[in-house]
């Protein structure tokens, strides 16, 4: 497993951006699958982006498709979130995860695969 720190979030209104980062402690970061989830008050931990550890494409839920942008920068070790068009239905908390080798079915990936996660970073948007 690899410690990993979220940051990044806050405070924003409707319409607005925000960027969070997900720094890894971990060697050999090229070969971890890496993803961003989210969960809201009251509801399950829910898949946001991710990265397959053999690629650079990055896949999103439907809900942030367009709106969001998912980058990976290996060479420090950090993966991105940049969130655009922001709602209120996309307040959260953020956590980023990471599992070595993992792959994975598009649409079918569940927290239960992951077993390094970060603490989480709160995301509020209003209204």
């Known amino acids: 497993q690899v410690q990993l720190e979220e940051s990044g979030g806050g405070l924003v209104q409707s319409g607005g951006s925000l960027r969070l980062s997900c720094t890894t402690s971990?060697?050999?970061?090229?070969?971890?699958?890496m993803a961003w989830f989210r969960q809201a008050p009251g509801k399950e931990r829910e898949f946001v982006a991710a990265?397959?550890?053999?690629?650079?494409?990055?896949y999103y839920a439907d809900s942030v498709k367009g709106r969001f942008t998912a980058t990976r920068d290996n060479s420090k070790n950090t993966v991105y979130l940049r969130m655009n068009s922001l709602k209120p239905e996309d307040t959260a908390v953020y956590y980023c995860?990471?599992?070595?080798?993992?792959?994975?079915?598009?649409?079918?990936?569940?927290?239960?695969?992951?077993?390094?996660w970060g603490q989480g970073t709160q995301v509020t948007v209003s209204s």
């Open positions: 995860a990471a599992e070595p080798y993992l792959t994975f079915i598009i649409g079918t990936l569940r927290e239960a695969a992951f077993r390094s």
């Open positions: 971990g060697r050999a970061f090229s070969s971890y699958t």
């Open positions: 990265f397959m550890w053999s690629g650079t494409t990055p």
